[in-house]
């Protein structure tokens, strides 16, 4: 905030202490319409903590509370709480959202008096995926949302968004049932045929995490050829998305060229849209990281850090702190560091109900701990493992989760089979995403008999 927002008080008011609340309240207002108007038109020079302040100051002023200004404000709120700090200004933790701008969303929401009764449910779901342990809550408002959709293609486009969230929460078999039924909804309509490439996506994520790889795989490759057809760019959503699952699953199947290749051009197609998406971006580095430190590349460590700071950037603090120290884990990694990455992801899963993620988590701590920690400690993560595992098989179904661990299994023997192979490759795997790319011929120029 700028200019004459930080203007002085002044010497003189007429009419005394009334006059000066007068005064003050006028001006309050002032200030929170001019940062309102900044955050409605995404002018990027306000944050969320900064606008719920302006309103707290002008409301103590007594200024008046419509239900138009309720509805543009909360909505604004909501905006700038998603979107994190999109100046990117020096200092990006000084925009990161805290409690109070979730208490006030929370205060002055009323969604059935917005004129936008879904979205503003939307917006407030998407509030709370950045927040940890409101997954109930977030759950709710999808599904209200849903049922308030009457028609395609809108109910495609909320019940996709709902199915993803029960992908993410374990419900396999409600995502599976809400997927069927928009696939029908797609199929009838012609207006909804847009929406396919986002459909195929999210089948593919279901299938990924019941571990149906290859089914996911098709999926994902059909997601980007329904994009094609559509002539719709690959840099949207779902391109981004496909790319970035290819990757993954080529990377379980130990083909660590092909996953590099197609989580680099995600991050490609990231860089080409005009609003940034750090979430997005950090996971893509994450994954990359990851899968160059399993292929013993050194430009693993950029990666990972790269990723580290995207997440701080847009607020997720305990994604960023997963990956601060020892971050792209490997060999050299000291086990402490080790053990404190698994802990936090294992307590981030729970927060949010990521069963199959708190299982995996678990079961690293239980054999990390194995090796060197006490009988008790494996005991302990054994049972969270296992507690984890039970809430996992009684959500998702338990022919679903057997059929996702045998192939998961089977997928980690052709890892194991593969990595033998890499480990005979005399020249380690190289990234070839720009940043690598100059780093790599910089090394060359300095390493070179050529070069005085
Ligand atoms: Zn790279």
Redesign the pocket.
């Known amino acids: 905030m700028n200019g004459d927002d930080q203007d002085n008080w002044p010497e003189q008011v007429d009419g005394g202490t009334d006059g000066y609340v007068d005064h003050s309240r006028k001006q309050s207002v002032r200030r929170l319409e001019r940062a309102l108007l900044a955050a409605e038109q995404h002018s990027g020079s306000c944050t969320a903590g900064k606008l719920a302040e302006l309103f707290v100051i002008a409301r103590d002023f007594g200024m008046e509370l419509d239900q138009a200004l309720r509805s543009r404000l909360v909505n604004a709120l909501k905006y700038l709480y998603v979107v994190g700090d999109p100046a990117g200004d020096a200092e990006p933790l000084a925009g990161r959202p805290s409690d109070d701008v979730i208490t006030l969303i929370e205060e002055l929401d009323d969604p059935d008096n917005d004129p936008d009764p879904i979205r503003s449910r939307i917006m407030t779901a998407q509030v709370y995926s950045r927040v940890d342990g409101r997954v109930t809550e977030r759950g709710e408002v999808l599904k209200e949302a849903y049922t308030l959709c009457p028609t395609s293609p809108e109910r495609v486009e909320v019940g996709i968004i709902l199915a993803q969230f029960q992908v993410d929460t374990g419900c396999n078999r409600r995502a599976k049932r809400i997927l069927t039924e928009c696939g029908r909804l797609v199929g009838a309509d012609d207006s909804g045929a847009r929406l396919l490439p986002e459909l195929a996506v999210c089948r593919g994520g279901l299938l990924f995490a019941q571990g149906r790889l290859r089914g996911a795989q098709r999926c994902f490759s059909e997601a980007l050829s329904a994009m094609d057809r559509l002539s719709r760019s690959r840099h949207e959503r779902p391109g981004v998305k496909a790319y970035h699952y290819l990757g993954k699953i080529h990377a379980l199947y130990g083909r660590y060229e092909r996953a590099v290749e197609n989580l ?1 051009r995600a991050e490609e197609l990231l860089e080409q849209r005009a609003v940034d998406d750090r979430r997005q971006s950090g996971h893509n580095h994450s994954r ?1 990281g990851e899968v ?1 430190n399993k292929a013993g590349s050194p ?1 693993a460590r ?2 990972s850090s790269k990723a580290r700071d995207l997440f701080i950037q847009a607020g997720d603090e305990s994604s960023g702190r997963g990956l601060q120290e020892g971050a792209s884990g490997g060999p050299a990694e000291p086990i402490k560091h080790r053990i404190q990455r698994y802990e936090l992801r294992q307590q981030v899963a729970r927060n949010n109900q990521h069963w199959r993620s708190a299982v995996i988590a678990s079961f690293r701590l239980m054999l990390i701990h194995g090796r060197h920690g006490t009988l008790w400690t494996v005991v302990g993560h054994a049972w969270r493992a296992l507690e984890a595992g039970t809430r996992l098989v009684l959500r998702s179904g338990p022919l679903a989760s057997t059929a996702g661990v045998v192939e998961l299994a089977m997928a980690s023997v052709v890892r194991t089979a593969r990595k033998r192979r890499m480990a005979r490759l005399k020249t380690p795997l190289r ?3 720009l ?3 100059s780093k790599i011929s910089a090394e060359t120029r300095r390493t070179s008999p050529f070069n005085p």
């Open positions: 680099v990359l160059l430009d950029w990666h990234c070839h995403c940043q690598c790319r």
